[in-house]
C-alpha cells in the first residue's frame, strides 16, 4: 500500500513567485494535515482537513497560504506570493480517524531566496 | 513555556546499551501520544502509539506514559548505531483528540559502535 506522498521533493524560488505542493494521502484516509518546519524549530501544525472540509485552520500563518483539498483526495497547498520565511519543510500526514496515528509523508523542501 | 518539551541532546549511548528519551507537555487533559524517528532529511517515522497510563512495549522500544506527572518517555533497549536519529514527541493536545499534533523539538540520539 502507497504511504503519503508529497510533490515535489524541493523546491527552490524566488521570493514573490507562486509555489504549489502537493500531497497524496493513504487511500481511505479522511484526515489530512499539513506540518511546517522552519529551520531549528520544532514541527507545527498549519491545518487539517476532513474529506474536503477544513476543519482547523488555526496554524496557517497569513492570508498568502491557501489549502485546497477538492474532492476530499489530494490536497494542494499555494503559496503566493512567497516570502523568505516561508522557507523550510513542508509535512503532510494523513490518518484514519482523530484519535488514530498520523502517517507522515517525505516532505516538501522549500527554499524562497 | 513550550506546550512539549524535549532536551534537544545529543543523548549518546554506547551501542548495546538503553537508551531513555523523555517528554513534557502541558494540557494535562490530553490523551493521545506519540513517538516518532527522523532520519536526517527523511520524514517522521511512527514508532509508537500510547493512550493509557503505564507502559507499551513493541520490541526493543517502550513508551511510559504518566498523566499525572506529564511525562512521556521511551527506551529503546539494545540500541544499535541504526538507532541513531531524531526522536519526536508528539501530542495530540487537549481533551478533544482533535488530531492536531503538537511536536516537541526532538531529541538528537547517537548510539556509538
Known amino acids: 500500500e502507497a504511504g503519503v506522498t508529497q510533490f515535489p521533493s524541493h523546491s527552490v524560488i524566488e521570493k514573490g513567485q507562486t509555489v504549489t505542493l502537493r500531497c497524496d494521502p493513504i487511500?481511505?484516509?479522511?484526515?489530512l494535515y499539513w506540518y511546517r518546519r522552519v529551520m531549528g524549530k520544532e514541527i507545527k501544525f498549519l491545518l487539517h482537513?476532513?474529506?474536503?472540509?477544513?476543519?482547523?485552520e488555526s496554524g496557517m500563518p497569513n492570508n498568502r497560504f491557501l489549502a485546497e483539498r477538492t474532492g476530499g483526495t489530494y490536497s494542494t497547498l499555494k503559496v503566493q506570493p512567497a516570502e523568505l520565511e516561508d522557507s523550510g519543510v513542508y509535512f503532510c500526514?494523513?490518518?484514519?480517524?482523530?484519535?488514530?496515528?498520523?502517517?507522515f509523508g517525505q516532505g516538501t523542501r522549500l527554499t524562497v531566496v | 513555556q513550550k506546550e512539549v518539551e524535549q532536551n534537544s541532546g545529543p543523548l549518546s549511548v554506547p551501542e548495546g546499551a538503553i537508551a531513555s528519551l523523555n517528554c513534557t507537555y502541558s494540557?494535562?487533559?490530553?490523551?493521545?501520544f506519540f513517538w516518532y524517528r527522523q532520519y536526517s532529511g527523511k520524514s517522521p517515522e511512527l514508532i509508537m502509539s500510547?493512550?493509557?497510563?503505564g507502559d507499551k512495549e513493541d520490541g526493543r522500544f517502550t513508551a511510559q506514559l504518566n498523566k499525572a506527572s506529564q511525562y512521556v518517555s521511551l527506551l529503546i533497549r539494545d540500541s544499535q548505531p541504526s538507532d541513531s536519529a531524531t526522536y519526536l514527541c508528539a501530542v495530540n493536545m487537549g481533551s478533544s483528540n482533535t488530531g492536531k499534533l503538537i511536536f516537541g523539538q526532538g531529541t538528537t540520539l547517537q548510539v556509538k559502535p
Open positions: 500526514a494523513s490518518s484514519l480517524n482523530r484519535e488514530s496515528s498520523a502517517f
Open positions: 494540557d494535562r487533559g490530553s490523551q493521545s
Open positions: 482537513f476532513v474529506k474536503e472540509s477544513k476543519q482547523d
Open positions: 487511500s481511505g484516509h479522511d484526515n
Open positions: 500510547i493512550y493509557s497510563n
